[in-house]
């Protein structure tokens, strides 16, 4: 069965504080795709990165980083220094290679980050 | 940067009456989708199109529901007649391509609240 959880519903910090949001997923396929969007309060989704199965390279976007782990399926999203603007909810989703040609991207539900000045 | 518009934004409307979400995916784009997000939930799939018809429907996705390319640009899903349960955020979605790596471009959203 496919499914994305995301344990921490919601997450509060102080701003310049790092935080980790945690992303593990069940897949069968070998071939899959993961990734992050944002949904700031005006509550768009916004993509912010997409990683596939075959490449477990960490990846680092200014303060965004990316660390995937296929050994314990977990696909997580750190932020460096957080600012008042990174509060949003932030969701994990998996895309097989199969049911994501499909466009039926499987999302957790979400974790709640608030970052307080 | 090309986005995808949604109209309304917020629509508020009785049980029993029908809604239709109306949508414009990015211009060279093929693919389109719907998602649904009830309020606090996760976002779920609904319905993905291509080429004018339905590539593949969630369970989510009943009889009441359908979506529709009217013309060269709109994309729309409509509900027949609305339950207090589809109350929810409703994303629409489109795509260039289609694989497993497909990133999809979301539009903001249209809220449907049905009383």
């Known amino acids: 069965a496919q499914k994305v959880t995301q344990a921490q519903t919601e997450i509060s910090v102080v701003e310049k504080e790092d935080v980790t949001l945690d992303c593990v997923y069940e897949?069968?396929?070998?071939?899959?795709?993961l990734f992050w969007y944002k949904q700031p309060p005006s509550g768009e989704l916004v993509f912010l990165i997409r990683?596939?199965?075959?490449?477990?390279q960490n990846e680092i976007s200014g303060r965004y980083s990316w660390n995937f782990q296929k050994s314990t399926s977990s696909f997580n999203f750190t932020i460096t220094a957080s600012q008042v603007v990174d509060s949003a909810v932030y969701f994990c989703a998996l895309s097989e290679e199969l049911r994501g040609s499909q466009g039926n991207l499987i999302f957790g539900k979400g974790t709640k980050l608030s970052v307080k000045p | 940067e090309p986005e995808v518009t949604q109209t309304p934004s917020h629509q508020v409307t009785q049980m029993g009456q029908e809604v239709i979400l109306r949508c414009v995916p990015i211009?060279?784009?093929?693919?389109f989708y719907w998602y649904r997000q009830i309020l606090g939930q996760k976002v779920e799939f609904l319905v993905s199109?291509?080429?004018?018809?339905?590539?593949?429907k969630s369970e989510i996705f009943d009889d009441q529901f359908s979506v529709e390319r009217p013309d060269g640009s709109n994309f729309t899903l409509k509900i027949r007649s609305t339950k207090l349960e589809d109350s929810a955020m409703y994303f629409c979605?489109?795509?260039?391509?289609?694989?497993?790596?497909?990133?999809?471009?979301f539009g903001a959203g249209s809220r449907l609240t049905v009383l």
């Open positions: 199109f291509y080429n004018n018809e339905i590539s593949e």
């Open positions: 979605a489109s795509s260039r391509g289609v694989s497993g790596a497909n990133v999809l471009t």
């Open positions: 211009s060279n784009h093929l693919y």
């Open positions: 990683r596939n199965s075959f490449d477990e």
């Open positions: 897949t069968r396929d070998t071939t899959y795709y």
